[in-house]
């Protein structure tokens, strides 16, 4: 039988997490005040509702009792998020960037799950602040994705973030730190420095500091959020597409291995199996779609090789690693890229870092147990225990996994339906479908790169918005929730 529900500890994690975007948003204060624009007012307001909402939930939350379990877990992670993107929403509907209710929630929870898919026609209209305070929905977004998952998810022992965390979880055997907020202190530093050293490498490429430390937010988020209504293709500059694809990549690395590197422990980054694959695969379709897009019918040249690489790892490494920056409009390329495209999307990549998708973690457990179950039907007698970075997986985070995949891709299925439904297209279901759950940004057709969500249904906006929630906390968090027996004393 469930213990009674903890609504003291809820309100009061809620209250201080509350708390802290309230001081982030008084930290976005100095950037009207810095261009001289005067918006200044809507984020001292948002704020001031902010740590209004705090107060009232530390308030009602006071003296609550430690114990925390599933239910508690969920509804904290979930209404986190949502509770941000309501505030947060609040500088963009009050001061009429974005006048839309629905638009200003569909942008702002984006941007939290660090999705990237945006309504936005003229992002450059958007003054600094706003642009600013974007992209730091993106920041904030992805740190609290890896310091929530260490500290609360795995309570729920279906975490994905757990196969890189806990030596409880079998896939992976590896601590950063036994303390929990130890170990979120080190991703922290990682991730800052990663933030840090892009801003830098982009500085160097010719970007002014604004739209360096923007990008550099979204990058190392794996958002996608851009200053320009051309992202990154803005600048037609090979020196920094290549930079935010290098960062593209590490940002889609488990972060832990980082924090091996520091120590000189890189056996467990040569051992890594899910490094491995992650790797390969990215290489391995940036190769394939670059072929697609070299014209053989012409003369061979350098700057034609260079520049169809170029165009396809960012645009792999963007999806895979569901940032969703762009540099051209993969609409126009082979229809063949589409189907690639979808397939790197749905994968994502590493666990334990910011990107979303299904996880190659996943990926490749499924793959080696869908391999293994072939040869025991050729040699029904053999014992073979599927193995991972030379480690039994046992087997029920082998069902885990398993049943996972089998739902995420039931959910997309499901969302494309109801997608189609509601009034969009064929192309724009199935891309908007599998970009939101995924956390990518981009899709297909007209919610592809060089469109945006700003025309879909209403309806279809809170479908995706709910998806993007649903996607970034691994959809079981989510669920949860709907079923009548998570609430049964």
């Not at 799950?113 to 600094?128: D, K, P, V, Y």
């Not at 694809?245 to 899910?274: A, D, T, V």
């Not at 885990?400 to 297209?425: E, H, P, Q």
């Not at 649903?470 to 027996?485: C, H, I, K, S």
Request: contains cysteine; positive net charge; aromatic residues 16%.
């Amino acid at each position: 039988m469930n213990k009674e529900f903890n609504m003291r500890l809820v309100l009061r994690v809620m209250g201080s997490l509350t708390f802290v975007e309230g001081v982030v948003l008084l930290g976005v204060c100095f950037i009207p005040i810095i261009y001289g624009e005067n918006d200044l007012f809507y984020f001292l307001l948002s704020a001031a509702i902010s740590f209004a909402v705090s107060g009232i939930s530390l308030f009602l939350g006071r003296n609550p009792s430690p114990s925390i379990g599933k239910r508690e877990g969920s509804v904290i992670v979930t209404f986190t998020w949502i509770i941000f993107s309501l505030i947060g929403m609040l500088p963009f509907w009050l001061s009429g960037s974005i006048p839309s209710f629905t638009d200003a929630f569909f942008e702002t929870i984006s941007g939290f799950t660090t999705t990237g898919a945006s309504i936005l026609n003229n992002i450059e209209e958007l003054s600094h602040g706003m642009l600013f305070w974007r992209s730091m929905t993106h920041w904030m977004g992805g740190l609290g994705i890896i310091v929530i998952s260490l500290a609360i998810l795995p309570v729920f022992s279906v975490s994905g973030t757990q196969l890189f965390a806990a030596e409880t979880t079998g896939p992976t055997k590896d601590k950063i730190h036994p303390k929990i907020n130890e170990t979120a202190k080190r991703l922290f530093l990682i991730y800052i420095i990663l933030t840090i050293a892009e801003t830098i490498f982009l500085l160097f490429g010719g970007m002014n500091l604004f739209d360096a430390v923007n990008h550099s937010f979204a990058t190392i988020a794996t958002g996608g959020f851009s200053t320009k209504q051309a992202s990154v293709g803005y600048w037609d500059s090979p020196y920094i597409q290549y930079v935010i694809s290098i960062f593209m990549i590490l940002s889609g690395i488990n972060f832990s291995l980082y924090y091996f590197g520091f120590k000189n422990k890189f056996n467990k980054i040569r051992e890594n199996e899910e490094l491995r694959y992650y790797l390969i695969v990215l290489f391995f379709f940036t190769a394939v779609v670059a072929v697609s897009l070299i014209d053989f019918s012409k003369p061979f040249s350098f700057p034609v090789v260079e520049k169809a690489w170029r165009d396809s790892m960012f645009t792999v490494s963007s999806l895979m690693t569901t940032t969703g920056f762009s540099t051209v409009d993969y609409m126009y390329w082979k229809p063949l890229t589409w189907v690639i495209l979808l397939i790197v999307m749905l994968t994502g990549a590493s666990a334990g870092s910011t990107s979303g998708g299904i996880k190659m973690i996943r990926v490749v457990i499924s793959a080696k147990a869908c391999y293994y179950e072939f040869k025991r039907l050729i040699h029904p007698n053999a014992v073979i225990p599927v193995r991972y970075n030379g480690h039994l997986v046992r087997e029920d985070i082998l069902t885990r996994v398993l049943a996972f995949t089998l739902l995420y891709l039931v959910v997309a299925a499901f969302g494309i339906l109801v997608l189609a439904v509601s009034g969009m297209g064929f192309l724009e279901s199935v891309g908007g479908m599998i970009t939101c759950l995924g956390g990518v940004g981009p899709g297909l057709g007209l919610v592809g790169p060089a469109g945006n969500f700003y025309a879909i249904p209403e309806f279809s906006k809170w479908f995706l918005s709910l998806m993007m929630l649903a996607g970034r906390l691994e959809l079981f968090t989510v669920f949860l929730l709907f079923t009548p027996d998570f609430w049964k004393r």
